[in-house]
T-cell receptor, first 110, second 113 residues
């Protein structure tokens, strides 16, 4: 069964303390891996799409990387406003569905 | 700029009521999706549509139906609301082919009493 597992479930950082979130997946024929940010009570906000192993994308303090089995979302020198739940999803070749992980809840303390 | 809107942010309904959730996108996307999100269960796909008047069941279609009469509008219908349908409902849209980036609306938090 296709699976997407995110770890850790929750992460608490001090402002400026860099870290990484993990998304591991077991799907055949990956067509794309997506990262979203979700604030409480709101819809997911699109961050990145990665299509092939070795690909990297950056946006402000966030950098997403992709290997054949997992993706990392690196957060450099986070700020309190980076606090949110980060969701990972994958699209499998031949399927119309995205498979979502359950998310990592990030808290950045000032 | 990408925009998906949902008709209500919060709804309170009674058990047995018929409930309509509306979603509109202004990006000329072919695909539209309805998800529900529950703590500990993540996002689960209810229905999706890849064209006007076309629909496909997702992972949890029971108790729901959908309507897509126009390209920009996708409605989720709860024929007879039940308490276990209390949830956050999220609409999304994307371009073809399937698997392209999905853009989400702000969500509707539905409480069924």
């Amino acid at each position: 069964e296709d699976q997407v597992t995110q770890s850790p479930e929750a992460l608490r950082l001090q402002e400026g303390e860099s870290s990484s979130l993990n998304c591991s997946y077991t799907v055949s024929g990956l067509r794309g891996l997506f990262w979203y940010r979700q604030d409480p009570g709101k819809g997911p906000e699109f961050l990145f799409t990665l299509y092939s192993a070795g690909e990297e994308k950056e946006k402000e303090r966030l950098k997403a990387t992709l290997t054949k089995k997992e993706s990392f979302l690196h957060i450099t020198a986070p700020k309190p406003e980076d606090s949110a739940t980060y969701l990972c999803a994958v699209a499998q070749g031949g399927s119309e569905k995205l498979v979502f992980g359950k998310g990592t809840k990030l808290t950045v303390n000032p | 700029d990408v925009k998906v809107t949902q008709s209500s942010r919060y709804l309170v309904k009674r058990t047995g009521e018929k409930v309509f959730l509306e979603c509109v996108q202004d990006m000329d996307h072919e695909n539209m999706f309805w998800y529900r999100q529950d703590p500990g269960l993540g996002l689960r796909l209810i229905y999706f549509s890849y064209d006007v008047k076309m629909k496909e069941k997702g992972d949890i279609p029971e108790g729901y139906s959908v309507s897509r009469e126009k390209k920009e509008r996708f409605s989720l219908i709860l024929e007879s609301a039940s308490t276990n349908q209390t949830s956050m409902y999220l609409c999304a849209s994307s371009l073809i082919p399937l698997g392209e980036t999905q853009y989400f609306g702000p969500g509707t938090r539905l409480l069924v009493l």
